[in-house]
Structure formats: C-alpha cells, structure tokens
C-alpha cells in the first residue's frame, strides 16, 4: 500500500499533482501538507496538516506516524522572488531538501522522493535553443544555483545511499487552479487572468522574449508518469529536462485576441526580464519523452481555449 506525503500541497503543482494522487492511490493514502491552508476541494477530498517542511523533528515523526512510502517535495522560494530575499531563499530550498533526503536516508520504508528542479539551472552560457540535457549549467540566480546544488546532492544520495530520488527540470507552468508562486514564468499565468478581468496586461518579460513552458496537465501526467516508471528505465539521476513548447507574451497576446478582439498589452521590462534572458529560449527534452513514453498534449491554442474557459468561469463565480 503506498502511503504518499505531499509537501507544498497548497502550491501552484501541489493543489493539482495531491488530486490526480488521490484518484490513483486513493484519498486516504496521500497526505496533502503545506505551511499554508490548502483549497477547499484537498481539504475536503483526503488528509490535510500544516506542517513545515523545515521542522525536521516534526517531518520525521510525521513520516513514521503515517507509514510514508513516497515523498514529492514541492515547497521553494521560486526565482522572483528568491533574488529580494536570497539568503533565506537558499535556505529554504536547501534545507528543506536536505531534510527531506535525510528523512529518505533513515526511514527505510520510503521507497521513492520526487523534487522538482527548473529550467533555472541554466545560464547564458547555456545553449539558448534545444538546451541539452547534458550542457553547460552556469545559473545567475539564487533559484537556479539552488535548483543545481540540489540536483548534485540528490544524485549523491542516489549514488551513495541509493535513495531512488526522480526530479524534472519543470518549465514556466500554466494554470489556472492558483495564483502564480512569484517566478518570473508568472506572466504566462497572470496575462490570461488580466485579459479576462482587465481587458489588458502590463508585462514584466518582453514582447518577443520566447520561454519554454507547460501547461499543468502535461506537467501532472509526466510527473506521475515518471515515479510509475520502472527505476531501471530511468536513464536519467540528476533531473529530465521537460518542456512542452516555447511561447512568447506577444503570441499568448496574439492568440487571447481570438476570444478578447480588444486586448490590450503593454511592456514594462523588470528584474525578471533579466532573469528570463539567461534562460534557454527552448529545451531538447527527448530523452525524457523516450524513458517514460510521454508526449505534452497541450500545444499553445489549446491552452489558451482552457485558461480564458476557465479563468472566466471563476470571474464569474467570484463576481457572483
Ligand atoms: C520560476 O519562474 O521561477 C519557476 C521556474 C521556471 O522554475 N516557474
């Protein structure tokens, strides 16, 4: 019986990767966890607990109490804003991970750990198109040398304890469910929801600046995908590049004027702007695609019908 514990289960992945968990193991077997009050439907749909993924004390006991058999650690200060507060941010994402491998070190019932890495990892010195799974890594921010200091440590704790750690650099990440984390991927979140409400956006991230993103659903299904994967397939021990397409705001504009003819976008660059130009424009994510035989499914059009769908179905649910 597999016992799965959430952490960071009221984020942007955790609101959604806890119920497609909880339709697959069963809602009594995942245990949704965050420093923050989760949504009404992981409340209601299974087992909810503030916990803090920094108490280690706590953590531990919290594992053994509930016989946990997979973690997926999705708590971290994401690019944004890490660079206004960067010594707590590394704190933060290292410690946390750090607790989470030593948890995974002891408690031998654990049997698997997914962490999410980033597109982050990556600089200027990266490859700017089809970034390579194998590539230079020179990260400028805090996330990112976060994100590359934690893939080396779950390699070596895959290497040394044999922990069977699985991690995806996620792309900017599209959905509708949550407000965005404070990345500098937000833009690709906040315009649909702006267009809807506002009829108009003022971006931080250039006009013809393209990123690499994915919508959540692919995100969802490649990450279960990838911890149902047998280990031996797994070609992969740091983190797969993952990517679903690459967009800029000036087509996510472009294709909202399908529904929105009056849409109105302006640009005023900001710090992230900085951050988005010493990332990759596009990343070669084949070896990933081949290891746990996935494809994304959501190309930029059909995001765009689901975000402004579902964006005004909430406008008009919190209108009411
Ligand atoms: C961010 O923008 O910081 C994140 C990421 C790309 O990992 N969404």
């Not at 806890?18 to 809602?27: A, F, H, K, P, Q």
């Not at 529904?259 to 951050?275: E, Q, T």
Request: charged share 25%.
């Amino acid at each position: 019986m597999e016992r799965i514990l959430i952490i960071g289960a009221s984020g942007q992945i955790g609101s959604e990767l806890t119920l497609e968990l909880r339709s697959i193991y069963g809602n009594e077997n995942v245990y949704a966890t965050d420093v923050k009050e989760a949504p009404p439907d992981i409340k209601e749909s299974g087992p909810f607990q503030l916990l803090d993924v920094m108490d280690d004390k706590h953590l531990i006991h919290f594992v053994i109490r509930n016989k946990i058999t997979q973690i997926y650690h999705l708590a971290a200060v994401l690019s944004g804003n890490a660079e206004k507060l960067p010594t707590q941010a590394w704190h933060i994402n290292m410690n946390s991970l750090m607790n989470i491998l030593e948890i995974a070190r002891l408690v031998e019932e654990i049997k698997r750990v997914f962490w999410p890495s980033s597109i982050a990892v990556f600089g200027k010195t990266t490859p700017r198109n089809n970034s390579p799974q194998l590539s230079v890594m020179e990260p400028s921010t805090v996330y990112g040398i976060s994100k590359l200091a934690g893939e080396r440590w779950c390699e070596y704790y895959s290497h040394r304890y044999n922990i069977d750690i699985r991690s995806l650099r996620y792309p900017g990440l599209i959905s509708f469910k949550t407000e965005p984390g404070g990345g500098t991927t937000d833009w690709a979140v906040e315009i649909y929801y702006d267009a809807v409400n506002k009829g108009k956006y003022t971006c931080f991230i250039e006009s013809s600046r393209a990123m690499p993103m994915l919508f959540m659903h692919d995100a969802i299904q490649a990450t279960v995908k990838l911890m149902e994967t047998d280990r031996s397939k797994l070609t992969c021990q740091t983190s797969y590049n993952i990517t679903g397409l690459s967009i800029s705001p000036g087509q996510v504009a472009d294709d909202i004027r399908r529904y929105i003819p009056g849409f109105r976008i302006d640009y005023k660059p900001d710090f992230r702007n900085s951050i988005a130009e010493s990332w990759p424009q596009s990343i070669d994510d084949s070896i990933v695609r081949t290891d746990i035989d996935w494809e994304p499914s959501f190309d930029l059009k059909k995001i765009t019908d689901v975000m402004v769908k579902e964006v005004t179905k909430k406008k008009s649910v919190i209108g009411n």
